[in-house]
């Protein structure tokens, strides 16, 4: 049951230790040693199932001291092998009328996210345009102190409309498990 030809156990438990301790944001980052500690790793250990993680695009070094964050092929490969009650982490919308402290956190994650994947997807000016200003929306709705989740919604409709268009399956993927119930 490995996740990738040349990957171990360790590696497999490593990485989806680094996709739950970062819920998944790509711009999150963790101690390899914690993760390591957690999963009875020493240093040695650890270092080893990061250093695998790195060489295979699942994980990015973020420190010198051991800092390191998980990649958007890191999280799709994670998302594969997490059991479905795990899934739950993933961030999610909700449909209340407006959005909690929970929904503003998936909502930030989730943004976060997307702005780290933008100068990868190599979009046509009036795309880039587009999708820009959703972000911004969604932004602005997320200064309120109450907003509204169906002004959210449309926006990242709209996102998830785009990147389709654009190919960029692991950002259409996460934003459309974010506004999945």
Known sequence: MTMHNEMNEKEERFLIQL????????????SLYE????????????????????????????TLSGGISISGDGVKEAEK??????RGTAPKLGNKAVIDENGREAVNTVLTNLKTMVPEMGLAFELLEELMADMK??????????????IVRECFVSLANMLEKTKKSQGHKMVKDFLAD
């Open 19 to 30: 996709y739950q301790r970062t819920k998944g944001n790509l711009s999150a980052q963790v």
């Open 35 to 62: 993760i390591g500690a957690e999963l009875e790793l020493n240093r040695e250990q650890s270092s080893r199932a990061a250093e695998t993680l790195m060489a295979f695009g699942f994980a990015e070094i973020r």
């Open 137 to 150: 929306t969604v932004a602005a709705q997320m200064i309120s102190p109450r907003p509204k989740t169906a």
């Open 81 to 86: 092998h997490v059991n479905a009650s795990d």
